[in-house]
């Protein structure tokens, strides 16, 4: 094999694992939206925020 094909192989398998890492990143930033979405909201100062403390189970 050349050079330039094993070089072309790598740079596919890096290419590859980039994709995985990215779509494990939207996975767990979507997991965490929809739980947070689940808080109980307070009040502070002039606006509302998740109380991530008392996520429900469910």
């Known amino acids: 094999m050349s050079r330039l094909a ?3 192989q790598q740079i596919a398998a890096r290419v590859d694992d980039v994709g995985r ?3 494990r990143v939207m996975s767990s930033d979507t ?3 929809r739980e947070i ?3 109980p909201m307070r009040k502070t100062d002039s606006s509302l925020v998740a109380d991530i403390s008392h996520i429900p189970n469910d």
């Open 37 to 39: 979405r689940k808080a």
């Open 31 to 33: 997991f965490l939206s």
């Open 21 to 23: 890492v990215i779509e």
């Open 6 to 8: 094993r070089a072309d």
